[in-house]
């Protein structure tokens, strides 16, 4: 398996504009997750899926994000409008097993920075 | 409120050399603590997952120990290489409502830089 795809790798856009990151987990898994890493607070939930269907979304900053699983293979995570104060890593990672017990297999990220 | 606390928070060792990272941790209940590897520009992967009834597990030169009552965890590293510059993240697991909404609670990381 390619592991977890993520795209794009490096997004930089201006204030104000829209951005949707993307994400492919590993077959089977039946979790995906989207974190937030940045220097200052390292990494942070956003929200996670079971088979597709959103569990918490308690760490999604504002309304300003949002998340979606339409399908087992494909997730995206959209901003809209994007903020200087979002720009960090987005790491999505998938699992097989509950959160608490199964292995996390991170993507490699895509890092967005706004202008 | 459950916490994960690592140091140092930067280190640098020279080829070769051993060391030793901390993780201290306030998570409860418990469930397991992972260390992550986390090379620059790339995501984390995970070295090693321990529970409750392990005190120490090994993946290759990388050593994990567990003090479940002490609630400490550190990482060995032995015989350093360049390719283990990275961070070195703890993750500790916890059955809800410990940890975060994903029973997970996670430290900053430890920079760890090797030098020839």
């Known amino acids: 398996d390619a592991g977890v795809i993520q795209s794009p790798r490096h997004e930089v856009t201006e204030m104000g504009q829209e951005v949707t990151l993307r994400c492919k987990p590993i077959?089977?898994?039946?979790?995906l997750f989207w974190y937030r890493q940045t220097m200052m607070r390292g990494l942070e939930l956003l929200i996670y899926?079971?088979?597709?269907?959103?569990?918490?979304d308690s760490g999604m900053p504002e309304d300003r994000f949002s998340a979606k699983m339409p399908n087992a293979s494909f997730s995206t995570l959209k901003i809209q409008p994007s903020e200087p104060r979002d720009s960090a890593v987005y790491f999505c990672?998938?699992?097989?097993?509950?959160?608490?017990?199964?292995?996390?297999?991170f993507g490699e990220g895509s890092r967005l920075t706004v202008l | 409120k459950n916490q994960v606390e690592q140091s140092p928070q930067s280190l640098i060792i020279l080829e070769g050399k051993n060391c030793t990272l901390q993780c201290n941790y306030t998570v409860s209940p418990f469930s397991n603590l992972r260390w992550y590897k986390q090379d620059t520009g790339r995501g984390p992967v995970s070295l090693t997952i321990?529970?409750?009834?392990?005190n120490t597990k090994s993946n290759g030169r990388y050593t994990a120990t567990l003090d479940a009552d002490t609630k400490q965890s550190s990482l060995h590293i032995t015989a350093s290489q360049l390719s283990d510059s990275a961070s070195y993240i703890c993750v500790v697991s916890g059955s809800p409502p410990g940890g975060g909404a994903d029973g997970l609670t996670f430290g900053k990381g430890t920079h760890l830089i090797i030098q020839p």
């Open positions: 321990m529970t409750f009834s392990e």
């Open positions: 990672a998938s699992s097989l097993a509950t959160p608490n017990t199964g292995e996390l297999f």
């Open positions: 899926f079971n088979n597709n269907v959103p569990i918490d």
């Open positions: 077959s089977g898994h039946d979790y």
